[in-house]
């Protein structure tokens, strides 16, 4: 019997440039392809290429009649098929030629695997901001299967799923910032008894740079809060942990005390002298991460390094404001999901090089203060 693959393609601009490489993929011998393209725009107006390939058998388009989100779009095209196995691709990805032959093949070596996981390149930095976003991780991430056999989790821009074991699990629509593919790979991973999807370094796709290279505010902002919503959700709640405040809980908690201190008519100086101190502990510790991980001394990508790392943890820290969570402050995921409880306040060199900074800042401040 010939093993069957869904590719899963969710959309809102339905951009040929991508969306033609993709449908015209060269199928594994032995197995039968499915294209699924779910365009989440109901005015979205199809190109005629993209129209006339919707003919195919093995090509399905689907326009959702409102607009649905990422979350219920993909769950929409893994609904529509019926393949052995299910491949989500982004709909900004241009995939290497191989890219079917390469699961194909490690679906015949490991057809009881929970799923595989390919690498999605971006190309290289072209400004400060995306210099930021490669120091950061937060590009690199997508390239975890180039360095890790196996993992609990990644991003969905180029993930395989065996459709038996995934069984009825979906994306939930309520994560609709970010995070989605974290919750259901992880939860399909623990549900498979905390089985790893295996890494395929060789079924590349490549992603452009959001934007062009523009500031990624929003983007890293909505990162943060959708990793806080998805802490508050099983597995995931298992594998969180409280950890020492990062700059911005910090300069909220200083703001609390700088309040308290006019209201009680206390001196407000070594309030202050903390607040400066944490501020640029901060921006000297992302600088020297910029020297060691980026190989630049530019003041210009530690400032971006600085402004992404903060934005995020924002929007980390406003998904728990905004509900008025205070037992969140501090609150961290585990995204190793090594083991559940992780141990609480661990430290790593760039936590103690922070605060090694902030104790000298902190004198050298109050002597100038004095002085």
């Given at each position: 019997?010939?093993?069957?693959?869904?590719?899963?393609?969710?959309?809102?601009?339905?951009?040929?440039r991508?969306?033609?490489?993709?449908?015209?993929?060269?199928?594994p011998?032995?197995?039968?392809?499915?294209?699924?393209?779910?365009?989440?725009?109901?005015k979205?107006?199809?190109p005629?290429?993209?129209?006339?390939?919707?003919?195919?058998?093995?090509?399905?388009?689907?326009?959702?009649?409102?607009?649905?989100?990422?979350?219920?779009?993909?769950?929409?095209?893994i609904?529509?098929?019926?393949?052995?196995?299910i491949?989500?691709l982004?709909?900004?990805?241009?995939?290497?030629k191989?890219?079917?032959?390469?699961?194909?093949?490690?679906?015949?070596l490991?057809?009881?695997?929970?799923?595989?996981?390919?690498v999605?390149?971006?190309?290289p930095?072209?400004n400060?901001v995306?210099?930021?976003?490669?120091?950061t991780?937060?590009s690199?991430?997508f390239?975890?299967?180039r360095?890790?056999?196996?993992?609990?989790?990644?991003?969905?821009?180029?993930v395989?799923?065996?459709?038996?074991?995934l069984?009825?699990?979906?994306f939930?629509?309520?994560?609709?910032?970010?995070?989605?593919?974290?919750?259901?790979?992880?939860?399909n991973a623990q549900?498979?008894?905390?089985?790893k999807?295996?890494?395929?370094?060789?079924?590349?796709?490549?992603?452009?740079?959001?934007?062009?290279?523009?500031i990624?505010?929003?983007?890293?902002f909505?990162?943060?809060?959708?990793?806080?919503?998805?802490?508050?959700?099983?597995?995931i709640q298992?594998y969180?942990?409280?950890?020492?405040?990062?700059?911005?809980?910090?300069?909220?908690?200083l703001?609390?005390?700088?309040?308290?201190?006019?209201?009680?008519?206390?001196?407000?100086k070594?309030?202050?002298?903390?607040?400066?101190a944490q501020?640029?502990?901060?921006?000297?510790?992302?600088?020297?991460?910029?020297?060691?991980?980026?190989?630049t001394y530019?003041?210009?990508?530690?400032?971006?390094?600085?402004l992404?790392?903060?934005?995020?943890e924002?929007?980390?820290?406003?998904?728990?404001?905004?509900l008025?969570?205070?037992?969140?402050l501090?609150?961290?995921?585990?995204?190793?999901?090594?083991?559940?409880?992780?141990?609480a306040?661990?430290?790593n060199?760039w936590k103690?090089i922070?605060l090694?900074?902030?104790?000298?800042?902190?004198?050298?401040i109050?002597?100038i203060?004095?002085?």
């Amino acid at each position: 019997m010939a093993n069957s693959i869904d590719i899963i393609i969710p959309s809102f601009r339905l951009d040929e440039r991508y969306l033609l490489p993709m449908l015209n993929l060269t199928p594994p011998e032995g197995f039968i392809i499915n294209y699924y393209v779910v365009a989440d725009n109901p005015k979205v107006k199809v190109p005629d290429s993209i129209q006339q390939l919707s003919g195919r058998n093995d090509v399905h388009l689907l326009i959702n009649e409102q607009n649905l989100g990422f979350s219920r779009t993909r769950n929409k095209g893994i609904d529509a098929g019926q393949g052995h196995w299910i491949l989500l691709l982004d709909d900004d990805v241009t995939p290497e030629k191989n890219l079917l032959q390469a699961y194909a093949q490690e679906i015949s070596l490991q057809p009881e695997a929970i799923g595989f996981v390919g690498v999605t390149e971006f190309p290289p930095p072209i400004n400060t901001v995306t210099q930021a976003l490669q120091i950061t991780g937060v590009s690199t991430h997508f390239q975890r299967a180039r360095h890790e056999p196996e993992m609990y989790w990644s991003a969905t821009a180029n993930v395989m799923l065996n459709r038996s074991k995934l069984g009825n699990r979906r994306f939930l629509p309520e994560l609709t910032k970010s995070t989605e593919d974290m919750e259901l790979l992880f939860r399909n991973a623990q549900a498979n008894h905390l089985q790893k999807y295996q890494a395929v370094p060789n079924a590349i796709v490549h992603h452009p740079w959001w934007g062009n290279g523009r500031i990624q505010t929003r983007r890293l902002f909505l990162y943060g809060e959708g990793a806080g919503e998805a802490a508050r959700l099983l597995p995931i709640q298992l594998y969180t942990h409280y950890d020492f405040t990062n700059t911005l809980e910090t300069l909220l908690l200083l703001t609390v005390a700088l309040l308290l201190a006019f209201i009680g008519g206390w001196s407000p100086k070594w309030v202050l002298i903390m607040a400066i101190a944490q501020a640029l502990a901060e921006f000297t510790t992302n600088y020297y991460r910029t020297i060691k991980i980026g190989h630049t001394y530019s003041l210009n990508v530690a400032w971006q390094v600085t402004l992404h790392k903060n934005v995020m943890e924002a929007g980390r820290l406003w998904s728990w404001l905004r509900l008025g969570r205070i037992q969140e402050l501090g609150l961290r995921t585990d995204g190793s999901f090594h083991k559940p409880h992780p141990q609480a306040f661990r430290l790593n060199r760039w936590k103690i090089i922070k605060l090694i900074i902030f104790l000298l800042l902190v004198m050298a401040i109050s002597l100038i203060y004095t002085s």
